[in-house]
């Protein structure tokens, strides 16, 4: 995993770098009316309106995973760009981080068993950005988190935390750690397949489509 800041402590100049750099956008969320939300929603339709999924929390992570899934195919999804609420919103509908990255987790596992991405790509934000970048690393998925400069997130407790990639790091670590914790296949996992690997639909009870 790679983290790095942008130039620009503003969050909507990296929302606008990730939205242009990925195939599909997608927004994990409850409050589609955030700030966040509205604005990551214009710069990904921007490009197409079949460019923007939304994948409400509040669907199971299956539900989820077919939607995606029947995107991914019909756009042939190398780089994908997961966005979505904050903690600070999530936590009044009832989420916690662990809670937030155990869909995610659900949600990519089961996408990326039939389809393989090359890249995913997030803002870094607390909430559904970092669970996608806790996801992919479990996963053994390349994946890139950029932060507005001085990584700077909004916690629970903290409007504008400023710090270190060592500190984001570390973050990570320990999120992943309870992740690995409830999945122990995570810890036996098979290295990732080769990039030539031809991907095929479901065949062992499990479908998407």
């Given at each position: 995993m790679q983290v790095r800041e942008h130039k620009s402590p503003k969050y909507s100049l990296r929302t606008e770098l990730n939205a242009n750099s990925a195939d599909l956008t997608i927004a994990c969320a409850e409050d589609y009316e955030s700030s966040g939300e509205v604005l990551t929603h214009?710069?990904?339709v921007a490009r197409g309106e079949e460019r923007y999924l939304k994948l409400p929390l509040s669907m199971?992570?299956?539900?989820?995973?077919?939607?995606l899934w029947k995107r991914c195919k019909a756009l042939n999804v190398r780089t994908l760009n997961i966005a979505g609420n904050g903690i600070y919103t999530l936590k009044k509908f009832g989420w916690t981080d662990d809670s937030v990255n155990e869909w995610m987790y659900q949600v990519i596992k089961q996408v990326s068993e039939h389809h393989q991405f090359e890249l995913i790509i997030s803002g870094g934000q607390t909430g559904a950005d970092f669970a996608g970048g806790v996801a992919a690393e479990?996963?053994?998925?390349?994946a890139v988190m950029t932060f507005p400069k001085g990584f700077k997130q909004r916690t629970?407790?903290?409007?504008?935390l400023i710090q270190t990639e060592e500190d984001?790091?570390?973050t990570v670590a320990l999120q992943l750690q309870v992740l690995r914790e409830n999945h122990p296949e995570l810890h036996t996992a098979e290295p990732a397949p080769e990039k030539s690997r031809r991907v095929s639909e479901p065949d062992d009870g499990f479908c998407l489509s």
């Open positions: 214009k710069l990904a199971t992570p299956i539900e989820a995973a077919r939607l479990a996963l053994g998925i390349d629970l407790t903290v409007y504008e984001v790091l570390r």
